[in-house]
């Protein structure tokens, strides 16, 4: 399979008062066309700071990578036009209604007005929107925002699709919904979703194959089965086993998943 | 394109600005107390320049609305960056450029209609100036609060809080108000405060608008108030758009 993202040695440190923080240490990664990657690791590992690179908002300070055939450092431009992103406190205005964010996301991307207004018909009826399409987006339930947040990140259809911690702070029934509509994505449009999460049912339901990063850096990788062999020692170890043993610690108690029902 | 995204951005934010009607008049509020209740007390006082009292207040007032309204717009960035907008926008292909100048004029749009409203209640109070001394005017504060707003928004871009951002501007805007003469002209003041408002660059945008309010559009004043404005618009424009392009945190 063709690789739609590579990176090499991406590095991250930021300079603060108490000193540099290195982020992320050198990361090497490779995620294939159509995949799913969770992209796994306690709090502070340097997942954020990773997407932020890998979506030209940050530059990094070290190393290189290449999204969907454009270098990150010498064209920008080219990755921000095939990439798709949602960061993890989302990204709209409380007071704008959905129909205001979605049409002036449209016309972000360059889409002349009436393609715009189309497509964000479109997006809400993909996305289950179409009755909110007046409601201001603060006054959406929060797995009504998580859709709207990927519709805009879907407005240019994106051939790779960044999501940060996407389900944090969603109730079981949101959470499978999401699972569902990632799953389509990959299924129906083929496209490439990376992933971060630090739930690991999440990881072990969703990802076709996870990086587990601890501490700026790669610590393991491979499919949720070969992990828990791996490191585990079979196929009925835990995914929590298996992130013990490559991480040296679980991640902290507040940060266990809840049930998917 | 770079109309294109301008437009875009600007539109946005004139809307959002649009649904607080109330703020967009409250801004008026302090120069127009000055004007109501600080002019009358300048009328018999001589204060050096041509024309009367009025045309010295009025520049003033018109400066302090731009100086303090446009050093505050970086606070609603900081709202922005923390629901995530700013950074939405940021993975889009729109120019960085038009993410600040879509902002930027907007506020020059709001300021200079504040400006309006506060000049139509100084003729009630007895301005009286020539129409394009008034127009040249509404032009430095447009200018003003570009410059300003860009440095402004530079600021928002980088601090993490509005607790550390308040301050910061406090610290900034107080001093610059009170050594650019924007209350009474510093040819009053003893040579040593004239020399050190020489330093701040508002000085020149007052003194330039002042001549401008007595139909003296030729004079030294002027030239500097120009260069120096435009300057400076040139100079936080370009640090800005910096800004919107690495945010690095
Ligand atoms: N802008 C920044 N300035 C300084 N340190 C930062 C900044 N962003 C992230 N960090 C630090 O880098 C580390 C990794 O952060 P992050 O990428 O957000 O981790 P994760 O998303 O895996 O929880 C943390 O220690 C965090 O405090
Ligand atoms: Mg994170």
């Known amino acids: 399979m063709a690789a739609v993202i590579s990176t090499a040695g991406l590095a991250r440190t930021f300079p603060t008062r108490s000193g540099p923080v290195e982020a992320v240490r050198g990361i090497d990664l490779t995620v294939h066309e159509g995949e799913i990657l969770g992209f796994l690791g306690p709090n502070g590992a340097g997942k954020t700071t990773t997407l ?15 999204v969907a055939g454009h270098d990150l450092v010498a064209d920008p431009a080219g990755v921000r036009r095939v ?5 993890q406190s989302g990204g709209v205005d409380p007071q704008i209604t959905v129909r205001e964010e979605l049409v002036t996301q449209g016309r972000l991307y360059r889409l002349p007005r009436a393609r715009a207004v189309a497509r964000a018909a ?15 987006t603060g006054a959406l339930s929060g797995g009504q925002r998580r859709r709207l947040d990927i ?8 051939t790779v699709l960044f999501l940060d911690e996407p389900t944090t702070g969603l109730d079981p029934g949101s959470r499978a919904d999401l699972w569902e509509l990632v799953r389509r994505l990959r299924d129906e449009h083929g496209t490439t979703v990376f992933l971060t999460t630090h739930y690991l049912d999440e990881a072990d339901a969703l990802a076709d ?23 585990g020692g079979s196929l009925d170890a835990t995914l929590q086993d298996t992130f013990l043993a490559v991480t040296g610690r679980g991640p902290s108690p507040a940060d266990t998943a809840p049930v998917a029902v | 394109m770079l109309l294109h995204d301008t437009a875009l951005v600007y539109g946005r934010y004139l809307r959002q600005s649009l649904r607080s009607r109330f703020a967009l008049l409250f801004g008026v509020l302090t120069p127009l107390l000055y004007l109501l209740f600080y002019g009358p007390l300048l009328t018999d006082l001589p204060l050096g320049g041509q024309g009367s009292s009025w045309q010295v207040l009025v520049p003033g007032l018109l400066l302090q609305l731009g100086l303090f309204g446009a050093l505050f717009a970086g606070f609603t960035v900081i709202l922005e960056k923390g629901q995530g907008v700013v950074e939405r926008m940021r993975v889009t292909p729109v120019s960085r450029l038009a993410l600040l100048l879509g902002r930027v004029l907007r506020d020059a749009t709001v300021f200079v209609f504040q400006a309006v409203l506060l000049v139509l209640a100084a003729l009630v109070m007895g301005l009286r100036a020539p129409l394009a001394g008034v ?36 610290a900034v805007s107080m001093p610059s108000m009170l050594l650019s003469g924007l209350m009474l002209p510093m040819t009053l003041a003893p040579a040593w405060l004239d020399v050190l408002s020489h330093f701040v660059p508002f000085r020149y945008l007052v003194d330039a608008v002042r001549d401008a309010y007595v139909g003296d559009y030729t004079s030294a004043h002027m030239l500097y108030g120009v260069l120096v404005a435009v300057g400076f618009t040139a100079l936080a424009v370009t640090a800005g758009t910096r800004v919107f392009r690495t945010a690095g945190s």
């Not at chain 1, 932020?52 to 290449?66: D, F, I, Q, W």
């Not at chain 2, 200018?143 to 910061?168: D, I, N």
């Open chain 1, 52 to 66: 932020r690179m890998l979506t030209t908002l940050l530059e990094p300070t070290g190393g290189a990578a290449t």
């Open chain 1, 122 to 136: 479109e997006l809400a009826a993909e996305l289950d929107l179409t009755g909110f399409l007046d409601r201001k």
């Open chain 1, 83 to 87: 990439i798709g992103y949602v960061a």
């Open chain 2, 135 to 170: 127009l040249i005017g509404f032009a430095f504060v447009a200018l003003l609060t570009v410059s300003l707003a860009s440095v402004s928004y530079a600021l928002g871009m980088k601090v993490r809080s509005p607790q550390e951002f308040g301050p910061l501007i406090n």
């Open chain 1, 209 to 231: 194959r996870l990086v587990i990063v601890d501490r700026g850096t790669v610590a393991a990788e491979g499919t949720p089965g070969a992990l828990k062999l791996r490191y």
């Open chain 1, 151 to 158: 519709a805009m990140a879907l407005t240019h259809r994106p």
